[in-house]
């Protein structure tokens, strides 16, 4: 069992940075793929950035050049840096853990991007 915490969420003006975090607890595993989704009211939820245990990463293209997504072995977490931030950006943001089948998610962090 695996549980994930989210934080960093918050209100941004476009242009601006935010950084996410991800704590992960439980039964950890280091080759497992870690990632953020996010998903907007009447929206479905979809993949913003993953990561490999080897660190291979992804991005959807929306996000790519903008954000960076990276994880820290020792603390078991993994952050989701956001920049150039723009108002479609706005949305629930959350972290999912993936190995041999099974899936976690975390709770969810608001992202709200808004002059």
């Known amino acids: 069992q695996v549980q994930l915490v989210e934080s960093g969420g918050g209100l941004v003006q476009p242009g601006g940075s935010l950084r996410l975090s991800c704590a992960a607890s439980?039964?950890?595993?280091?080759?497992?793929?870690m990632g953020w989704y996010r998903q907007a009211p009447g929206k479905q939820r979809d993949m913003v950035a993953g990561?490999?245990?080897?660190?291979?990463?992804n991005y959807a293209g929306s996000v790519t050049g903008r954000f960076n997504i990276t994880r820290d072995y020792a603390k078991n977490t993994v952050y989701l840096q956001m920049n150039s931030l723009k108002p479609d950006d706005t949305a629930v943001y959350y972290c999912?853990?993936?190995?041999?089948?099974?899936?976690?998610w975390g709770q969810g962090t608001q992202v709200t991007v808004s002059s």
């Open positions: 990561i490999t245990g080897s660190g291979s990463t």
């Open positions: 439980g039964n950890i595993f280091s080759d497992s793929h």
């Open positions: 999912v853990s993936a190995r041999a089948g099974e899936t976690f």
